[in-house]
């Protein structure tokens, strides 16, 4: 069996499964070997160089297990390669995934008007809507790993059985559904502010566009530091230098047009995870799972950070978030940006 066919089948297995309310029973499974190609495709080399010769190329949406991880000298910031089928590939443009499968909440556990936060916890998943006229469609994106989306309300969806209503900042009514083994509600507890007792003035963000290092003050005591990646140096894409405020943070952003069916290939990121705004022309800080390069510059403009050290940024800052809440906007804590 050739390997595009076996893809195929593996493809097609993943896909009835999804539907399956089977699965129920199965609910916590976790793969944690797997890797997503985030981009439209990345090389396999025989060995742990881009400069060795090219064994094979998996495309967008392909899933490769991981055998082993292999540190080099270079690049010096993401120095990483991982071993798998057939050779190496640089993780730069990959994503790490798991496959975890979610118990169906009963009620989103809020008041009425407010929204439940759930993270997609499978490789990717595929949003359906409904409408009069054509019925159920599938939706031309998909929701990746890592992405967080707002769940507002439990209803039938295209199986029949309760699936998630998902509020979309950004494509408006009537939104669509998402399956729901295929998302994680997040605990309440989670998303919880991180000492909210501490004054405005006694906390401020840090940015060194040229480590690549965020570093985050409390009393100027250092409490988080991460790397990251900045926008590309050139034109529009820059990250802007000097002082800003966080302004507005949203658990979950719809960046990009809008289009519900979008190809894979077009700017389109529903559910940018953990979103800090710190300029009105839509400069922030946000979760990132389209690529792991951190450390070098890769952005529009925005700070791309690691989901968990976003997250934990999102309930650090100022302003206040209340939970449930699509938009929390404020007069919030100091961002410094410089070189």
Wanted: aromatic share 12%; charged share 20%; glycine share 8%.
């Amino acid at each position: 069996m050739s390997r595009r066919e076996f893809l195929k089948l593996g493809g097609l297995s993943l896909g009835t499964l999804a539907f399956s309310s089977a699965l129920q029973n199965f609910t916590g499974f976790d793969d944690s070997l797997l890797v997503r190609v985030a981009t439209n495709s990345v090389s396999v080399y025989s060995r742990p160089s881009d400069k060795s010769s090219i064994i094979s190329t998996w495309y967008r949406d392909e899933l490769l297990r991981v055998y082993d991880e292999v540190t080099v000298d270079e690049p010096a910031h993401n120095p990483v390669w991982y071993r798998v089928w057939g050779g190496y590939v640089h993780r730069a443009r990959l994503q790490r995934v798991k496959i975890l499968y979610n118990e169906t909440l009963s009620s989103l556990g809020l008041d009425e008007g407010l929204r439940r936060p759930v993270e997609v916890t499978v490789p990717f998943t595929e949003p359906w809507k409904t409408s009069k006229a054509y019925g159920w469609q599938k939706l031309g994106f998909r929701l990746y790993y890592g992405s967080v989306h707002l769940a507002q309300a439990i209803e039938a969806g295209p199986t029949g059985e309760p699936w998630y209503h998902i509020y979309d900042d950004l494509t408006g009514p009537p939104y669509y559904y998402v399956n729901p083994l295929h998302v994680r509600p997040i605990p309440l507890e989670e998303l919880a502010p991180i000492t909210p007792e501490v004054s405005l003035e006694k906390k401020r963000i840090d940015v060194n566009l040229a480590t690549q290092t965020l570093i985050a003050y409390e009393y100027d005591k250092q409490v988080l530091k991460t790397t990251f990646s900045s926008g590309i140096p050139n034109g529009d894409t820059k990250t802007p230098q000097g002082d800003f405020r966080i302004l507005e943070k949203d658990p979950a952003k719809h960046m990009g047009n809008g289009n519900l069916f979008a190809e894979a290939e077009d700017y389109e990121l529903p559910g940018v995870p953990w979103t800090l705004f710190f300029t009105t022309e839509g400069h922030a800080f946000h979760g990132t799972y389209w690529h792991e390069n951190f450390g070098a510059p890769m952005s529009h403009g925005c700070i791309n950070m690691r989901n968990e050290d976003a997250k934990w940024l999102f309930r650090w800052a100022l302003p206040k978030h209340e939970i449930g809440k699509a938009t929390n906007r404020g007069y919030g804590t100091l961002v410094q940006i410089h070189y």
